[in-house]
């Protein structure tokens, strides 16, 4: 799927599209799993897979400092346990777990609205 918003600050972090294998943000193809917020992009510290989440990623993603991380969790939903992700409930930082589809959606929409938030982009597999 292919989509634009057009915004002036942060151009090169919009999600532009999105499917089996790839994640493309700005003019940027991603083929693993990214972090994506308004100021960064972080590469290599995501799993592939929803069932390879530990704790640790979500203590690296509380260390951002969002006010919300969205976690894209492949082609389909599926909730990580609760006992991984208590470092963000511990921070007063929100949850919102959706497929990784609605959640490039949801990112673009929230960072156009200026919101600190961290989209966590599991790939879709292929």
Known sequence: MKFHLQTGDGEDRII?????G???VGGQIYRNSIVVTPQRILQDILPQQCDRL???HFEMLAGLKPELVILGTGRTLRFPPPQITVSLMRASIGLEVMDTAAACRTYNILMGEDRRVAAALLMIER
Do not use: F, K, L, N
Not at 16 to 20: A, D, L, N, S
């Open 54 to 56: 530990d704790a640790s």
């Open 22 to 24: 790839e994640i493309r």
């Open 16 to 20: 532009r599209g999105y499917g089996p």
